[in-house]
């Protein structure tokens, strides 16, 4: 039965020892291993499969609160999103407040329209000179420091982007 067991050989201290493992038995522990991972594989995809879908995708609106670096179109500027602290009963952003700075400077007050229920999509307008231009984001469902949408100017779709 040459072949149905192995030599393992460990160094204790000075001294070599040597001992007879079956094959059998190396192949029995390595087959526990792989049946570990495929079980702890199996239910992680599990657990991620029954979540509901919007789990990770709601937006808080304390989420669109900050200092984003904004770039629509190729314009870059810094667009502020804040809290008014104001009491009001109004809708979901009825405290909130917009503004946006150009590059140079130069600052312009916004408006938001609404926050969808989920929290993530926002219809917001920033008052350019002889436009008030509308932008829809939409927050980052895994990354909530970034958003992405489009806005309208002159008949135009025109892409944006913004990090916090």
């Known amino acids: 039965m040459r072949g ?3 030599e393992t050989v460990f160094l204790v201290g000075f001294h070599t020892r040597t001992f007879q493992v079956s094959e059998s038995l190396l192949v029995s522990l ?3 291993k792989q049946m570990k991972r495929i079980t702890a594989i199996t239910l992680t995809l599990a ?10 995708a709601d937006a808080n609106k304390e989420d669109w609160f900050g200092t984003w670096a904004m770039n629509h179109d190729g314009f870059a500027g810094t667009l502020n999103i804040m809290d008014t602290k104001a009491d009001c009963a109004g809708p979901l952003w009825c405290d909130m407040a917009i503004n946006y700075v150009d590059n140079k400077g130069v600052k312009f007050s916004g408006r938001i329209d ?3 229920s989920k929290g993530q999509h926002m219809v917001f307008y920033v008052n350019f000179p002889g436009n008030s231009q509308k932008f829809d984001a939409y927050i980052f469902s895994w990354n909530k420091r970034k958003l992405a949408g489009t806005t309208y100017w002159g008949g135009g779709t025109f892409g944006f982007y913004a990090t916090k």
């Open 114 to 116: 609404r926050i969808d």
């Open 4 to 6: 149905s067991l192995s």
């Open 47 to 56: 657990f991620l499969l029954f979540l509901p879908a919007n789990t990770f």
């Open 30 to 32: 390595k087959e526990g």
